[in-house]
């Protein structure tokens, strides 16, 4: 099973990224699939999940209303849209995806993508 992640990069203050995260190696369509973060000397947070079916989605507080989540089954992929970046953003995102769920992705959850650096310059 393997979660690859890509888009990250560095951005300006107010600038929008596309994080990516294609599966493979198992079929996760009937599972939910999300995205955290973490910053170096802090514990990982959650940012974003959608179902199963994509049209359940829910945010951390920090990012709602700039951030957005979406699925594409055929794909196998995730997506996080973010917009108005701000220097808080700055970290490490994570894609995950919990079998166990269809909701919500946990942090037990036990796969993970690689990590991509995102980081803001203000």
């Known amino acids: 099973v393997q979660l690859q992640a890509s888009g990250g990069g560095l951005v300006q203050a107010g600038g929008s990224l596309k994080l990516s995260c294609v599966a493979s190696g198992r079929d996760f369509n009937s599972s939910a699939m999300g995205w955290f973060r973490q910053v170096k000397g802090k514990e990982r947070e959650f940012v974003a999940a959608v179902s199963w079916t994509g049209a359940n989605t829910e945010y951390a507080d920090s990012v709602k209303g700039r951030f957005t989540i979406y699925r594409d089954n055929s794909k196998s992929a995730v997506y996080l849209q973010m917009n108005n970046l701000n220097a808080e953003d700055t970290a490490v995102y994570y894609c995950?995806?919990?079998?166990?769920?269809?909701?919500?992705?946990?942090?037990?959850?036990?796969?993970w993508g690689k990590g991509t650096q995102v980081t803001v310059s203000s």
């Open positions: 995950a995806v919990d079998p166990a769920r269809k909701y919500v992705v946990t942090l037990t959850t036990p796969y």
